[in-house]
């Protein structure tokens, strides 16, 4: 085995491992994490919206 037919190996081996990946992320079962995630930032804004009329209101 020669330099060429290595690398060619290890180019399939990580196109394989792009495949998967991208498989895994858009996959169904990962929907639901994606949007806790998103909705994550827009509850944390959320929260400190509130702290700031709380805290406006008792001063």
Same mark, same amino acid.
Do not use: P
């Given at each position: 085995?020669?330099?060429?037919?290595?690398?060619?190996?290890? *180019?399939?081996? =990580? /196109?394989?491992?792009?495949?998967?990946?991208?498989?895994?992320?858009?996959?169904? !079962?990962?929907?639901?994490?994606?949007?806790?995630? *998103?909705?994550? =930032? /827009?509850?944390?804004?959320?929260?400190?919206?509130?702290?700031?009329?709380?805290? !406006?209101?008792?001063?």
């Amino acid at each position: 085995m020669d330099y060429g037919t290595l690398r060619g190996i290890i *180019a399939v081996i =990580i /196109l394989a491992l792009f495949i998967i990946i991208v498989v895994w992320a858009y996959s169904k !079962n990962r929907k639901s994490d994606f949007d806790k995630a *998103a909705n994550s =930032i /827009l509850e944390d804004n959320h929260k400190e919206e509130i702290n700031k009329q709380e805290t !406006n209101n008792n001063v």
